[in-house]
């Protein structure tokens, strides 16, 4: 029997006719974008349930990258982690700052406040940190050196829709926190993305930033660009916004039975619950291919694809093993990083994944182990 290919992720799409009353609303507005109802719409309600004082809609979460770092006028040295998504670094680029890498924690994989507090240099003016997979960074501790070195701290947050802390929303943290609601994120509307803060002066800098820099229809103050959501955009989020909490339950339930099929092969690592999170968004299910597993993690990687199970190696190769990024500086030197890019593979989880799915890869999975 041909089975259909398994991949790493499939976008939650909500039922179609519920989508078509939103159509004929915007067909009949002709509002299609620059800040339309549902743009409006979508920005309060993520507010709320992301439980943040203030929401940016934005076109992706490269934008959002780029419009923080606007925002808040980091120019110079950004100290990043080079165990991300490419988009994280390029942002620095395309921003005219230097990326200078630092090694990350073993635990939650994101940046360690002590290698960052090492990388500092005259001309260090932010930190950019990814919470990734959706597992928060040490933020009391970046915050910690941010504020004895007078850093900005920007959270690439493109993993960590929904997250909670138990002291409150995990995109509280920083000086502001950027979204993705690419397809393959837990919350998306197509491409899409935000920044989400505390502070509505920047809020507002970011909302003019993102339409050309426009001040009403006469005043033009700043060199923006044009990263506006629009309302097709804006209402499938909206729509899909009604079913995020039964995504991350499926999610959660996929999880669970993976941690009790995986806990106990030998050389296979699971990431530990990181403490103080309220609600993960299982957004990821990375596993680590220790040297007393039966296969190499490429190996596993290609049998697996053999049987239509398309895990991926996120995140591998590392962002500073890209030739554009070998020379930055602290390129050179991230042991564990590289540790963990060379043994890592992430394996098919969304909501819609059957139970007979599931078994599928576990049962594959599990073959491996026991060759
Ligand atoms: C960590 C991280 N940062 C940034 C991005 C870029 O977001 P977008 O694709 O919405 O531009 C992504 C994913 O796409 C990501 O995974």
């Not at 040297?291 to 993690?297: C, D, E, I, N």
Request: hydrophobic content about 45%; charged content about 20%.
């Amino acid at each position: 029997m041909n089975r259909p290919p398994l991949y790493v992720t499939q976008p939650a799409l909500p039922d179609l006719a519920d989508f078509e009353p939103m159509l004929r609303e915007i067909w009949a507005s002709r509002r299609l974008t620059n800040g339309g109802p549902y743009h409006d719409q979508l920005e309060a309600a993520l507010a709320g349930y992301l439980a943040v004082p203030q929401v940016s809609l934005l076109g992706n979460g490269t934008l959002a990258l780029m419009l923080a770092l606007k925002a808040l006028d980091v120019e110079g040295e950004v100290i990043t982690t080079p165990y991300s998504f490419v988009a994280t670094t390029h942002a620095l680029l395309w921003s005219g700052c230097t990326p200078v890498f630092a090694d990350i924690d073993p635990a939650s994989l994101n940046l360690d406040p002590a290698a960052v507090e090492a990388a500092i240099t005259p001309r260090t003016r932010a930190i950019l940190a990814v919470h990734v997979y959706g597992r928060p960074c040490d933020t009391a501790g970046l915050q910690a050196v941010a504020d004895r070195h007078g850093l900005r701290l920007i959270y690439d947050a493109a993993h960590a829709f929904g997250v909670q802390l138990d002291t409150g929303s995990l995109l509280a943290a920083g000086d502001a926190a950027i979204l993705s609601f690419h397809a393959t994120k837990v919350f998306h509307t197509f491409e899409g993305g935000a920044i989400a803060c505390r502070d509505e002066a920047l809020k507002a800098r970011i909302d003019l930033l993102r339409n050309f820099g426009f001040k009403g229809e006469t005043r033009v103050l700043a060199a923006g660009i044009n990263a506006k959501m629009n309302e097709l955009q804006a209402a499938f989020g909206c729509l899909s916004l009604g079913g995020i909490n039964a995504e991350i339950e499926a999610r959660a339930r996929v999880a669970a039975r993976y941690d009790a099929a995986f806990g106990n092969l030998p050389g296979l690592r699971l990431l530990a619950p990181l403490p103080g999170v309220a609600r993960h968004n299982h957004g990821y299910y990375p596993i680590f291919v220790a040297p007393g597993f039966a296969l190499g993690r490429d190996a596993l990687y290609e049998q697996l694809r053999a049987q239509g199970i398309i895990a991926r190696r996120y995140f591998y190769p590392l962002i500073s093993d890209f030739d554009m990024y070998r020379s930055a500086p602290g390129a050179d030197h991230l042991p564990i990083a590289r540790r963990m890019a060379d043994s890592v593979l992430c394996l098919p989880l969304y909501g819609a994944l059957s139970d007979d799915e599931v078994s599928r890869v576990i049962a594959a999975v599990t073959a491996a182990a026991r060759p």
